[in-house]
């Protein structure tokens, strides 16, 4: 049985991506980026592990571009394959905070903001 799509601070990715919608949480087949031990290639979680950040949105760089972690070769093939905007995301969250934007994501069943 699926999981529904719920609002939870805690569902927000290390990235800016909203797990509690994605469709590989809502199928039991992910654990969510942050209890994911498997996601240890992921250089975006291990940064943000190692300097205690919910999420890039607490990094004081500021340009996510400038940032090697953030902008590696895995990471823009993500976001070009899935039209995903990480960057639009940390952005929001830094705008209205994490408990606005998991609420934003669930009501709207995203998991992120699509790249324009």
Do not use: H, P
Request: charged letters at 30%.
């Amino acid at each position: 049985m699926n999981k529904e799509i719920i609002t939870d601070k805690n569902l927000v990715a290390y990235c800016g991506l909203y797990c509690g919608a994605c469709r590989s949480y809502l199928k039991r087949k992910c654990q969510a980026c942050k209890d994911n031990e498997k996601a240890s290639w992921c250089k975006v979680r291990k940064c943000c592990i190692e300097n205690n950040f919910t999420s890039c949105a607490d990094c004081n760089i500021k340009l996510l571009e400038e940032c090697k972690y953030f902008n590696n070769f895995m990471a823009k093939l993500f976001g070009f394959i899935f039209r995903s905007d990480r960057t639009a995301c940390i952005n929001r969250i830094k705008k209205i905070g994490y408990d606005a934007f998991a609420q934003e994501m669930a009501e709207s069943k995203r998991q992120t903001i699509k790249r324009k």
